[in-house]
């Protein structure tokens, strides 16, 4: 039996047998699948659902322009080939989405799969990790702006890098460097700020015999730290740097010099930057 499966990572989209709708009639029309993909199984009121989709304001006749939306939306599931009825559920003062049939939606495997790894034992939790990290395909509702979606995209966006630094962790516990190091990037490519990361990063190239990148690491992570937020990286950090450094000492590349010569340079403008910041 055919199901219809919802994307909400990325650009929301429907798919049916061999249908698949990506664009859809106007803006609303796509916050009020969103919201109702949300919050599934919910009576939500229709002056709420005005409010959600019309914030500055209920505009005029604002029950009749829901019922536009909600005609479009109606639409939608008729061109996909689906009765609508099973899927969505309304009165004069609710609307639910509350489908009779069996679908499936990115969103909801998603959570899912970061409720199970929370309770899962310590042989299936990495698994279930994986099997969230690989459902987020991109911000939620890519295209919308309205302030509540925002605010749902950042609290599940946080949640993406929260399972990316559990999965590093348990790949660094086994010993998985090279697994760990892709989770590592994927972390920095969305928060570039995370010293922690690099500082892991820094032993994930050091247990790989990539010392030069595992250098090339710290500096990275001082240049960011002192650029955006005018710091020097933790003591940890800087002790971290100096031990890679003092274990490649009795047989030193060339370029040992010239990068020991470097991180003098970079501490000795840090000073210079706090002194400036201190009104010395």
Request: charged share 20%; aromatic share 8%; net charge negative.
């Amino acid at each position: 039996m055919a199901f219809l499966h919802v994307q909400a990572f990325g650009k929301l989209r429907m798919q049916y047998q061999d249908k698949t709708i990506t664009s859809f009639p106007t803006h609303h029309v796509e916050e009020l699948l969103g919201y109702l993909l949300l919050y599934p199984e919910t009576e939500h009121h229709r002056e709420k659902v005005i409010e959600i989709l019309w914030p500055d304001g209920s505009p005029q006749n604002a029950r009749g322009r829901l019922n536009t939306v909600l005609w479009r939306l109606r639409a939608i599931f008729a061109e996909l080939g689906l009765d609508t009825a099973v899927y969505l559920h309304t009165s004069r003062d609710w609307i639910a989405f509350t489908p009779l049939r069996p679908f499936s939606c990115d969103l909801h495997q998603f959570q899912q799969a970061l409720s199970l790894a929370q309770q899962a034992p310590h042989d299936q939790h990495e698994q279930c990790l994986q099997t969230a990290v690989a459902l987020y395909q991109g911000d939620l509702f890519d295209g919308l702006y309205a302030e509540w979606i925002l605010t749902v995209r950042e609290q599940l966006a946080r949640r993406h890098l929260q399972a990316l630094g559990e999965l590093m962790a348990a790949c660094l516990a086994r010993q998985a460097y090279t697994e760990a190091l892709r989770h590592g990037h994927t972390i920095l490519a969305a928060d570039p700020l995370r010293e922690e990361v690099h500082r892991a990063l820094m032993l994930c190239y050091w247990q790989l015999g990539r010392s030069s990148e595992a250098i090339q690491q710290f500096h990275d992570c001082a240049r960011l730290l002192l650029e955006e937020l005018h710091i020097l990286p933790l003591p940890e950090t800087r002790r971290l740097y100096e031990r890679l450094l003092e274990e490649r000492r009795q047989h030193p590349p060339a370029a040992d010099a010239a990068v020991h010569t470097a991180y003098q340079d970079f501490l000795r403008a840090g000073e210079r930057l706090n002194s400036l910041l201190n009104g010395d």
